[in-house]
T-cell receptor
Framework: GESVGLHLPTLSVQEGDNSIINCAYS??????FIWYKQESGKGPQFIID?????DKRQGQRVTVLLNKTVKHLSLQIAATQPGDSAVYFCAENRGGGSEKLVFGKGTKLTVNP | NAGVMQNPRHLVRRRGQEARLRCSPMKGHSHVYWYRQLPEEGLKFMVY????????ESGMPKERFSAEFPKEGPSILRIQQVVRGDSAAYFCASSPMTGVDEQYFGPGTRLTVT
């Protein structure tokens, strides 16, 4: 069945700390994963993606780690800022001709000043 | 360089009325996706369209919902005879071509059925 879920629904961190948001997926055939950030009242904003032939990818202040053995994905945000406060979703694309993204429920990140 | 545009941003309809949601993809993008989001939940796929073709409508309810992406003009998601359970945020995303997975999302249309 379709299942992309997150371990923690909420995460509260202090400004300047690093944040780690986790995601579990169930379909071993998934070959592409994306992290989106969604602020209140807005559409999802692309943060970073990773393909299944990689286990790590870095962007500006963000790193995505993929562990295919345990079907686990994480998003690391370095030096978290108040502007990072939002709901973060992981999404998977299962390929094989299906273009749809399967989203998890989301983790709400709150950054305290 | 405009992103994905959706209108209206907010739409209020009474039960039984029709709702029409519009989506203009990013310039150069020929693939459009519609997703629905209920409060406190993730997005759920509804339909995937290319110009003049529905590619995957596996997430669309069988009745009352339809979508199109004509050769000219925006993509339209149409909900007939709306019910309170249709109240949600509807997001459109676009991508440039097959094989490019990244989807860019619009700001959404928040539909309220009274």
């Amino acid at each position: 069945g379709e299942s992309v879920g997150l371990h923690l629904p909420t995460l509260s961190v202090q400004e300047g700390d690093n944040s780690i948001i986790n995601c579990a997926y169930s379909n071993s055939a998934s070959d592409y994963f994306i992290w989106y950030k969604q602020e209140s009242g807005k559409g999802p904003q692309f943060i970073i993606d990773i393909r299944s032939n990689m286990d790590k990818r870095q962007g500006q202040r963000v790193t995505v780690l993929l562990n295919k053995t345990v079907k686990h994905l994480s998003l690391q945000i370095a030096a978290t800022q108040p502007g990072d406060s939002a709901v973060y979703f992981c999404a998977e694309n299962r390929g094989g001709g299906s273009e749809k993204l399967v989203f998890g429920k989301g983790t709400k990140l709150t950054v305290n000043p | 360089n405009a992103g994905v545009m959706q209108n209206p941003r907010h739409l209020v309809r009474r039960r039984g009325q029709e709702a029409r949601l519009r989506c203009s993809p990013m310039k150069g993008h020929s693939h459009v996706y519609w997703y629905r989001q209920l409060p406190e939940e993730g997005l759920k796929f509804m339909v995937y369209l290319q110009k003049e073709n529905i590619i995957d409508e596996s997430g669309m309810p069988k009745e009352r919902f339809s979508a199109e992406f004509p050769k000219e003009g925006p993509s339209i998601l149409r909900i007939q005879q709306v019910v309170r359970g249709d109240s949600a945020a509807y997001f459109c995303a676009s991508s440039p071509m097959t094989g490019v997975d990244e989807q860019y999302f619009g700001p959404g249309t928040r539909l309220t059925v009274t």
